[in-house]
């Protein structure tokens, strides 16, 4: 089954920047979707990115409302490696970040492919912490 992990998180100040790697084995669908999730304790976990490598739809991303305009979710589907760019970090932004991938979906509308339900796969997850 993949393997996933991620890396690239630390500690911030409001305001700055960090780059989350993920990088996976080699992924044996023609369609996936990689999804970047957050999850701060005493909370939900939630997807904050997603973004879609297949036929119909390739490169299709999806964000959170609560991040659209300072993540961005990228790939090199050739190294096995996404990114999540993360600028104008908050105290809000701190939690566990978690990548994960589906196993052979097609194209989603945004909350499916946010929500936890269709991914299979997970990293172990990278902390992040902004401080104000």
């Known amino acids: 089954q993949p393997q996933l992990a991620e890396s690239g998180g630390g500690s911030v100040q409001a305001g700055g920047s960090l780059r989350l790697s993920c990088a996976t084995s080699p992924l044996p669908y023609s369609n996936y979707w990689i999804g970047w999730f957050r999850q701060a304790p005493g909370k939900e976990r939630e997807g904050v990115a997603s973004v879609f490598t297949g036929g119909v739809g390739d490169g299709t991303t999806y964000y959170a409302d609560s991040v659209k305009g300072r993540f961005t979710i990228s790939r090199d589907n050739a190294k096995n490696l996404f990114y999540l760019q993360m600028n104008s970090l908050k105290p809000e932004d701190t939690a566990t970040y978690y990548c994960?991938?589906?196993?052979?979906?097609?194209?989603?509308?945004?909350?499916?492919?946010?929500?936890?339900?269709?991914?299979?796969?997970w990293g172990p997850g990278t902390q992040v912490t902004v401080s104000s």
């Open positions: 994960a991938t589906t196993a052979g979906r097609l194209m989603l509308p945004q909350n499916e492919a946010l929500g936890n339900r269709v991914y299979h796969y």
